[in-house]
């Protein structure tokens, strides 16, 4: 029998089709309290990430006007944002998961001072290129690695039932910043620039600082001791298996790239990723343009982020029952259309249907975030999951350009937000169909010609064990 580090003995069950659990190490062993405090701190810590993406709609005017920039210049502040915030995703996986020295407690730690330094250097943007390196990169990079550990650390620590929790973990990424959202929308103004920008980095950056000393990932293929790796599959309990089971392997980003689905995926990704970003910074902007009314221009701005928030862990819910990839085209098909709505009656002038479409726009924008981890997940493994995630999760760099200043250039090039509403609808029907005709799991045949001789390399593993 091998034993952990903590000095506890495991062993190492493998079920009939060859998967690897490491069974024997409670939590508490590895890191002293329950896996739950595994799902509450990468929540709190989704909601204090959040604000740089999600407020920057309802910051911007104010930001703007401050500084005197006009639409454009202001949503390249927010494309750059996102190109770094998802670009630093790979890198994170890479480190967490080879690299003995980046822990999640440190990517949390790091994140948060970057978090508290970005509202600093938005406070003094003397030119617009300070605000790209400061708000833009420097606040992206440390969002991107609060984001990145927090929603991977869900499918390590509940490997047995990870869909509505992942879902739960990520919706802090959308409703997390609703207070700054409202605060942004009545109270920010150039008199308290300043006040506000500081206190908003204080209480995000120290909030991460703090939380970051309890993260701690499990070791490689941990199992839950009280859960039966073989047996569980076949308990009613295991419902959301029988649409969803593990991976055949566990695969390394190399061996993942060499199946058919990534590069499926990232197409996918930047294409919903594009309809969502557009959602989060234009939702706002366009209900003020078309004069819907203060109660309609808030209940659609922050209906839209709560919405977002709480329909992630719905999501994850619904890709139990269906699978993540009809969940997929379900949500992102309702996304297309709602989009296309929001215009309609935004443009029509009717509030009340406006906030409707709004509502659940958001509720659906925000899914992308935690269907394709989990599939990911799924279909390739946990061992590597923050890094095999990164991968796809970059292709949201080119989604933020469309979610920002691609659609600003349409809005200010034609005069009217019609046009950009429209794409951001057709991208999302698109990112449905390719799911529906493309991401069917990988066979066993796939996972065998990618991975060679690894396919049949696995742990040794105690032979009285129930496998």
Known sequence: MAVASSNVPYREIRDAKGRVYRVGESPQDIMGYGRIVMILLPWIG??????????WGAASATVAHQYHWSLTTAFWNYSVYVAFEAGISYFNGRFRERATWWKPKTAMLVGGIMVALAYFFLAHSVAPWVAYAGYAALGGVGSGLVYSTCVNSVGKWYPEKKGWRTGFVDGGWAYGAVPFIILYATSFNTQDFLTILYLTGAILGGGLIIISFWFKDPPKSWWPEEVDPVQFSKTKAAWALKYNPPAIRQMTTQQMWRTSKPPWM??????????????????????????LGSVAIIA????????????????????????????EVVVYSLLGVTTIGSLVT????????????????????????????????????????????????????????????VAAYLITGTGSYTWAFIVGGIMALGAAAIAAIFFAPPTEEEVRRAMGADFDRSPKHDMSSPA
């Not at 990704?269 to 309809?275: K, Q, R």
């Not at 009340?352 to 509720?363: C, E, K, M, Q, Y």
């Not at 095999?388 to 989604?399: L, P, R, S």
Request: glycine share 16%; aromatic share 14%; net charge neutral.
């Open 266 to 291: 990232v197409l996918e990704f930047l294409l919903i990723a594009g309809t969502s970003l557009f959602g989060v910074g234009f939702y706002y902007p366009f209900a003020v343009a078309v004069h």
């Open 300 to 327: 659609g701005a922050t209906g839209f982020a709560f919405t977002d928030g709480i329909g992630r862990p719905l999501v994850g819910l619904l890709s139990d029952r269906l699978s993540r990839r009809w969940a």
């Open 46 to 55: 989704m909601m204090l990430a959040s604000t740089l993406e999600y407020g």
């Open 346 to 405: 935004g443009r029509l002038h009717l509030a009340i249907p406006f906030v409707i479409f709004a509502l659940l726009s958001g509720g659906t924008s925000g899914s992308l975030f935690v269907l394709n981890p989990l599939m990911v997940s799924d279909y390739f493994g946990t061992d590597h999951q923050t890094e095999n995630y990164g991968t796809i999760y970059a292709a949201k760099i080119v989604g933020g350009i469309y979610g920002g200043v």
